[in-house]
């Protein structure tokens, strides 16, 4: 053991010192080391020395009682906060509802909205073409119109009423029910 | 911790005031002796100490259990007694009144009577920076492990034995110079 080691161990170790054998040959065999054991060993004695007055009971009943003041202010405090909230929480609590619900409606009608624009979207999309739509669904303003156009074309502007003694059933309930007066001429 | 000490901590945390009063009554004469050695004045001590106690009551639903409850407290205390002593040497560099020039000195801690040798340790350890008072205080006094103490402190151990051993080298040098 190197004094150094001994040195940084003693001094970590004042309040408590306890030398293991290697330390206690160190300390027989050299003086300076020695020297400073004894002046750690005396200055922990002195600190010892150094003892405070215990609390007294009379101090202790005089910070517990500031102790517990301050316990109660601090409750009270809690306590009319709580009911702060239970007064006007509930006022809060309603206007929030409402808020959700207004913005929940607009959410739902953006749904709806976008819902049927797309069944729209899609039925035009079947009229283009998909092999697996329903016939009724091919049905449309274009295809009338594409019908009438031909129709007038080949038997004269005012031939209008002669057409519908040519349309099938499905065609003229399908005109019945989407055009207007004066659609067709 | 004990298993008495988690069940009046686990009481103390869901509102029973008796349970917290006993865990108060525990260790008062701990929190009393450090706040006393750190700033040497009973009163303050005193309230340092009752604000340790109310502190922990407020906080006591953020005590973990990991440390026992008495470290908790000793690091409210030991945050408590730093603060003190910062906010006194920011006061003491106020100019309230006119200072002569060697007005600067250390106070003579009120735990202290006798002149002498006890005086001028008590005075040695009071102009101890406040970190290195606090690392030898619950070193040497409290009779605490480093690594409790690195826990209190959030410091690594090796920082907290530097602490203590520059603390007990300015003693001993100061004693050196008094025999």
């Known amino acids: 053991m190197d004094c150094g080691k001994f040195k940084n161990k003693i001094s970590q170790s004042v309040g408590s010192v306890f030398l293991d054998a290697d330390e206690k040959i160190h300390l027989e065999q050299c003086p300076q080391c020695r020297n400073l054991y004894e002046e750690y060993v005396s200055l922990e004695r002195d600190l010892n020395d150094l003892t405070i007055e215990p609390l007294s009971a009379v101090e202790f009943a005089s910070m517990q009682q500031k102790l517990d003041e301050n316990i109660n202010r601090y409750n009270r405090r809690a306590i009319s906060f709580y009911s702060l909230f239970t007064r006007y929480g509930a006022g809060l609590v309603a206007v929030g509802f409402l808020f959700f619900v207004s913005l929940w409606s607009g959410f739902e009608y953006g749904v709806y909205y976008t819902e049927n624009s797309e069944q729209s979207d899609t039925y035009y999309l079947a009229d283009n073409g998909d092999e697996n739509s329903d016939e009724d669904e091919t049905m449309n303003d274009d295809y009338i119109g594409l019908l009438l156009y031909d129709y007038t074309q080949n038997n004269g502007y005012n031939s209008g009423d002669l057409l519908l003694g040519d349309l099938t059933q499905d065609e003229f309930d399908y005109l019945e029910n989407n055009l207007d007066l004066g659609d067709i001429l | ?179």
Not at chain 2, 121 to 138: E, G, H, M, R, Y
Not at chain 2, 139 to 154: D, S, T, W
């Open chain 2, 1 to 179: 911790m004990d298993i008495d000490n988690r069940e009046l901590v686990a009481r103390a945390k869901d509102g029973d005031r008796q349970a917290f009063d006993k865990l108060v009554k525990e260790n008062k004469d701990k929190m009393f002796a450090l706040t006393l050695r750190m700033t040497g004045d009973r009163e303050v001590a005193l309230d340092l100490m009752q604000d340790t106690f109310l502190t922990a009551y407020k906080e006591i639903g953020s005590f973990r259990g990991e440390a026992g409850f008495s470290s908790w407290l000793y690091r409210i205390a030991s945050n408590k007694a730093l603060n003190y002593l910062k906010r006194k040497k920011i006061l003491s560099f106020i100019p309230l009144t006119e200072k002569t020039s060697d007005s600067v000195s250390y106070e003579m801690p009120e735990y202290v009577d006798g002149e002498g040798l006890n005086k001028e340790l008590a005075l040695a350890i009071n102009s101890l920076p406040p970190k290195q008072k606090l690392v030898f205080n619950l070193r040497f006094y409290e009779q605490l492990p480093f690594g409790k103490i690195a826990g209190i402190l959030n410091k690594s151990e090796s920082t907290v034995k530097t602490n203590y051993q520059k603390a007990i080298e300015k003693l001993r040098k100061k004693l050196e110079s008094f025999r």
